[in-house]
């Protein structure tokens, strides 16, 4: 695995826009950075709009997929469940300057599960693989997967085993797995943040009992003593780092940690070669 893939800053609706994202390459050149969930039947629309113009098309497009090459390296999250559309996005993807493609499986919210994506997929690892291997092939850029453990009644570790499987099957090359079961019906996603608990524990047995999968470990991970708490060494998931934790009204922990998180990882405190002092006012 490079080391630029040995932790992440997840993606998360907004706040990993662009401008985001070029600030966090400021601080680290070595973590992997997700856009926000970009919704794949919107991407569609846009370009089934007959009523728009190609400079029109294109413009909503760069409010979608726009991307800076600081950026990289890369990964653009979409939602969807149609393996055509999810195709044709990726596609787009790999045209725009992306470095990989990662599917949201993990999303609880109402209104994902409505569109019949996120977390609820998850019932369904046959559609799930069968959007792997779509946009594998339209975009020939790496595609991975971002799910929970489980999902309400559907929690059993051989579930999430059987999950895994038949989604690489597919061809997903990573797996980013949020250590916490969905709830879809009962608690909204705000409640689902920090109930049921975290369970770590099983993102480690699942990497044991599939040694050869790259698995990478996701959920209130907070920069750098609890991170290495939970990622014990060589051989266990790699994390992917939130880099702010919310809690409340209050932002606890400073994106400038992931600095010491890729010291621990890759031996390098160092950001951006691009990154320029910020002039104070005398």
């Known amino acids: ?72 390296p890369l990964s653009l999250q979409l939602g969807g469940d149609d393996p055509k559309i999810l195709a044709q996005t990726a596609a787009l993807a790999a045209e725009w300057g992306y470095d990989e493609v990662n599917l949201n499986v993990g999303c609880p919210s109402a209104k994902v599960v409505q569109g019949r994506f996120g977390a609820c997929l998850m019932a369904e690892p046959e559609r799930v693989a069968d959007c792997v291997a779509a946009m594998v092939q339209a975009s020939g850029l790496p595609v991975t997967v971002k799910h929970r453990i489980g999902i309400d009644a559907r929690d059993s570790f051989a579930e999430l085993v059987h999950f895994v499987d038949t989604v690489a099957s597919g061809g997903a090359s990573r797996f980013s797995v949020h250590a916490r079961k969905a709830w879809l019906k009962g608690l909204d996603p705000h409640q689902n943040r920090t109930v049921p608990p975290l369970r770590w524990d099983l993102v480690q047995q699942l990497k044991q009992a599939r040694p050869g999968l790259l698995i990478e470990l996701n959920g209130a991970l907070k920069p750098w003593k609890l991170a290495s708490r939970c990622w014990p060494g060589p051989g266990a998931p790699y994390p992917t780092m939130d880099p702010w934790r919310w809690t409340g009204s209050w932002w606890v922990e400073p994106p400038t940690a992931i600095r010491c998180v890729g010291k621990r990882w890759t031996g390098s405190c160092s950001a951006s070669p691009e990154r320029k002092p910020v002039p104070h006012r005398s």
């Open 1 to 72: 695995m490079e080391q630029s893939y040995r932790f992440s800053v997840a993606p998360m609706l907004d706040c990993t826009d662009r401008h985001f994202r070029v600030l966090m390459r400021q601080i680290s050149r070595h973590a992997l950075l997700y856009s926000e969930m970009v919704v794949a039947r919107a991407v569609h629309h846009i370009l089934q709009d007959a009523r728009a113009d190609s400079n029109e098309r294109q413009r909503r497009l760069e409010r979608l997929l726009g991307c800076d090459p600081i950026e990289r």
